[in-house]
């Protein structure tokens, strides 16, 4: 059985998926558990809503517990993206709750003019110059995010390829960031944080990974042991998606034990 650490709710902005839809699917679909980790994004502190959201999210995911915790293992937890943007914010929103778990991610980078959430960004007109310094400092960005923030998850390291390659057909020489990806590794094992396999972009017949196998392979053979799996799911059907992939994959390579967290202590489990 595997623990999803990674799902949104009707409370993120992005999401509908109503957390007892949720619930019932991971039953249907014999999942030993699941995290809501609802979206905190610091570019929008300045908005009421971002926080009082994730209240919502909170006393939903806490009543919720109540009614399936004898037969799921519920995790309330929050996404922080780009904590960079606003620390403080990011802080408050963690110390507002006795979260079980705190994604790290980013999602828009600190690149002038084009500071807004990649997700929602035109690449359609950058040339190959643009795209490497946007690259390198999302790289950048995820390391100080990585080494000075407060956060249990680091989150599908990677994940701009999904819009620059993916949507927009840009070439990314994934190999050129090596170095900048080692040190984020580097710095995610040394503070002793859990590594993400993201499997939002996972097809029945053709599993895609976020990050890719061979960046897996760097965190193993660099000594990180700490593993989840997560399929990032904004609705119910998708709660599942590719996390069986990951878990064959993993094992494929040797991993036998991955992570989830309660009280935002790890908890170890076998697959
Ligand atoms: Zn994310
Ligand atoms: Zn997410």
Redesign the pocket.
Known sequence: MLFNI???SEH?HDAQAKLDDLCEQALKEGLLGFAV?D?CDCECAADPKAFTSLLDSWDDCRRAKALYGDRLTLACGV?I?EALYDPAFARRVIEARPWDVV?G?V?AVRVPGWEAPFSIMDFTDCGEAFIRDYMRQYFDDLYEMASTEDYDVL??LTVPLRYLCGKYGKRVEIEGYYPAIEEILRVCIARDKTFEI?T?GCAPDAPHFIPDEAILDKYLAMGGRNLTV?S?A?VAERLTNGLEQAAEMLRSKGVTVLTYYLNRRPVKYTI
């Open positions: 990674h799902t949104h993120s980790t979206h996404e993206g994604l991610s999602h989150c599908h993201n939002s997560g990032d904004h």
